[in-house]
């Protein structure tokens, strides 16, 4: 079975990056890092939040996102931001689906969520006054909602 990607763009919080990493070892899913990262990958803070599992993870990085934009059918991305009313359940995952998340203080470009609109989704909050989900529990909410509609338990 094709495997689920899980695409950080331009990441800024290396424990968020390695407990996505870890994320990512446990679910088969392969994690694709867009630069310019915020950091080392030889951070202390990186490695610990993935712990002993990187070798279990497919990492694949990007120079940027034209980069990865150019090289991935559309029909596989999903892009997922605060901006937009299109909730991530309502999405129609299939294998090999490309989850973007943006980085974790500006989110996705104005100009990526213009370009994909349709192709944008949020994750509801009930309390407004809280701008945005932690980056590694929201990308671990929409990869095991993917998995869920594949029957992947």
């Keep these: 079975m094709e495997q689920f990607n899980i695409v950080l763009v331009e990441p800024e919080i290396p424990p968020n990056t390695g407990s996505i990493a870890r994320l990512c070892g446990a679910t088969n899913s392969i994690l694709h890092l867009v630069h310019p990262l915020g950091f080392s990958t030889e951070d202390k803070h990186l490695k610990r939040a993935g712990l002993d599992y990187w070798q279990y993870v497919k990492v694949v990085h990007w120079h940027n996102l034209e980069e990865l934009l150019r090289e991935v059918d559309e029909h596989a991305l999903k892009f997922f931001t605060t901006k937009t009313t299109r909730v991530y359940t309502d999405a129609d995952y299939k294998p090999g689906d490309f989850l973007v998340f943006g980085k974790e203080t500006k989110g ?46």
């Design 108 to 153: 996705l470009s104005d100009e990526i969520r213009t370009n994909y609109q349709e192709l944008c989704y949020t994750l509801p909050m009930e309390n407004t006054h809280i701008r945005s989900l932690n980056l590694a529990m929201t990308a671990g909410i929409v990869l095991y909602e993917a998995l869920r509609q594949q029957n992947i338990n």
